[in-house]
C-alpha cells in the first residue's frame, strides 16, 4: 500500500520564477493538506483540499494556490519565489483516521 | 504562529536511557499528536492523545495530557540509537467543524549515542 508520494524531491529555482510541486496521497485518503518547514521550525499549515475544494486556509499569501483533482491528488503552487520561500514542502493526506505525510520536496530559492 | 512549544530544544542521552520531552499549547485542542522526523525528511506519526485522555501508550513511547495545564509529555523507554530524530507535538484545535489544521511546535532533536 503505497503511501503519499511527493514529486520533485528536491529543485532549486531562482527569485521571480514559479513553481508546481505535487502530490498523490495514500490510497483510501481523500483529502490533501500543505506544510511549509523552514529549517529548524516545526511545519507550518498553508492550505488543505477537500473535494477539489480548498477547505481550509492558514496565513499564507495568494502566491500560494493549489488545486485537488479527481483522484484526489493535489498540486501546490508558488509564483514570484521569494528567497524566503525557500523550505522543506510537506504533502499530508488523511480519511476518518489519522494523516500521513510524504517525504516532502525541498526547494532552494537562489 | 506555533501553537506548542517542545521542551527541551535539544536532548542527548545514552542508548538504554529513557528521554522525556514536553510540549505545551495555548488554546483548547480536540487531539495532541506527536511525530518523528528523521534528517528533515517527512512525518511518522506516533500517537494520537484525545482531549478526555490523560495516558496513552504504544510500545516504548508514554504520552500524557494535563489539559489544564495545557501540557503533554512523551516518554521514550529504553532509547535505542535509532530514535535519534527531532520529535513535534501537534494539536488540532477545539474550534467546531471547520478547524482541520495540524499545529506544530519547533520540535525537540533527540541524540541517542550508542
Known amino acids: 500500500d503505497a503511501g503519499v508520494t511527493q514529486s520533485p524531491t528536491h529543485l532549486i529555482k531562482t527569485r521571480g520564477q514559479q513553481v508546481t510541486l505535487r502530490c498523490s496521497p495514500k490510497?483510501?485518503?481523500?483529502?490533501v493538506s500543505w506544510y511549509q518547514q523552514a529549517l529548524g521550525q516545526g511545519p507550518q499549515f498553508i492550505f488543505q483540499y477537500y473535494e477539489e475544494e480548498e477547505r481550509q486556509r492558514g496565513n499564507f499569501p495568494d502566491r500560494f494556490s493549489g488545486h485537488q483533482f479527481p483522484n484526489y491528488s493535489s498540486e501546490l503552487n508558488v509564483n514570484a519565489l521569494l528567497l524566503g520561500d525557500s523550505a522543506l514542502y510537506l504533502c499530508a493526506s488523511s480519511g476518518t483516521a489519522g494523516y500521513t505525510f510524504g517525504s516532502g520536496t525541498r526547494l532552494t530559492v537562489v | 504562529s506555533q501553537q506548542g512549544e517542545e521542551d527541551p530544544q535539544a536532548l542527548s542521552i545514552q542508548e538504554g536511557e529513557n528521554a522525556t520531552m514536553n510540549c505545551s499549547y495555548k488554546?483548547?485542542?480536540?487531539?495532541l499528536q506527536w511525530y518523528r522526523q528523521n534528517s528533515g525528511r517527512g512525518l511518522v506519526h506516533l500517537i494520537l492523545?484525545?482531549?478526555?485522555?490523560r495516558e496513552k501508550h504504544s510500545g516504548r513511547l508514554r504520552v500524557t495530557l494535563d489539559t489544564s495545564k495545557k501540557s503533554s509529555s512523551l516518554l521514550i523507554t529504553a532509547s535505542r540509537a535509532a530514535d535519534t530524530a527531532s520529535y513535534f507535538c501537534?494539536?488540532?484545535?477545539?474550534?467546531?467543524?471547520?478547524?482541520?489544521?495540524?499545529?506544530f511546535g519547533k520540535g525537540t532533536l533527540l541524540t541517542v549515542n550508542p
Open positions: 501537534a494539536t488540532t484545535q477545539n474550534s467546531g467543524g471547520s478547524n482541520y489544521k495540524l499545529t
Open positions: 488554546t483548547s485542542i480536540n487531539n
Open positions: 490510497s483510501g485518503h481523500d483529502t
Open positions: 492523545i484525545r482531549s478526555n485522555e
